[in-house]
């Protein structure tokens, strides 16, 4: 089945780590995007990908980075430069002037 | 002005009652608009694509007025199941330029 996969659903970081979360599709999109969730809150976007090795800072790019070495993927790391990391991330991807197709997300926590 | 606005809500209706709500986006050069569904704790789904023409898909029912700059969405015979956050979605001009969410509205329908 074509989809898009997150993982983990969810992930510990302590203070000043880094940690990464993975976004893979097999959809055969061109675009992939990260956004960011904060409770009863809409989705800002983080980084997007448009095609593979390259990509464009989103709204609030700081504290995170983001690679397109294939297709498939786009991971994205959270590091310690990022202060209030805890919220939902949701990655999607979609082909031109298309619906967006959404991971299931992570729900990222600070211990 | 913010590129796409909702009324937040909650609304809250009955079963079977009939209610609209409103986006209104700032770029006129947006080009695709969608409705998307987003549970609590979920990732977003898409409900339906608006078309410049308006498009009905069962109890659901969106229109795009361009000069106005707004899309509706009018949910007919309201279910219990159609509680949720709704998300007005628009792309700019380029296919794969970001989207843009609004923060949703939520609805709450009561029995």
């Known amino acids: 089945d074509g989809g898009i996969t997150q993982s983990p659903k969810y992930l510990f970081r302590k203070e000043g780590q880094n940690v990464t979360l993975s976004c893979e599709q097999n959809?055969?999109?061109?675009?992939m995007y990260w956004y960011r969730q904060d409770p009863g809150q809409g989705l800002r976007l983080i980084y997007y990908?448009?095609?593979?090795?390259?990509?464009q800072k989103g709204d609030i790019a700081e504290g995170y980075s983001v690679s397109r070495e294939k297709k498939e993927s786009f991971p994205l790391t959270v590091t310690s430069a990022q202060k209030n990391p805890t919220a939902f991330y949701l990655c999607?991807?979609?082909?031109?002037?298309?619906?967006?197709?959404f991971g299931q997300g992570t729900r990222l926590t600070v211990v | 002005r913010k590129e796409v606005e909702q009324d937040p809500g909650p609304f809250n209706v009955p079963e079977g009652a009939t209610v609209a709500f409103n986006c209104t986006y700032s770029n006129s050069a947006s080009q695709s608009f969608f409705w998307y569904r987003q549970d609590c704790r979920k990732e977003p789904k898409l409900l339906m694509s608006?078309?410049?023409s308006g498009n009905e898909d069962g109890r659901f029912t969106a229109q795009l007025n361009r000069a106005s700059q707004y899309i509706s969405l009018l949910i007919r015979d309201s279910k219990l199941s159609d509680s949720a956050t709704y998300l007005c979605?628009?792309?700019?001009?380029?296919?794969?330029?970001?989207?843009?969410f609004g923060k949703g509205t939520r609805l709450s329908v009561i029995a």
């Open positions: 959809l055969n999109h061109d675009a």
């Open positions: 990908s448009q095609i593979v090795n390259d990509f």
């Open positions: 608006v078309y410049s």
């Open positions: 999607a991807s979609k082909q031109e002037y298309a619906e967006a197709f």
């Open positions: 979605v628009v792309t700019s001009v380029s296919g794969n330029t970001p989207l843009v």
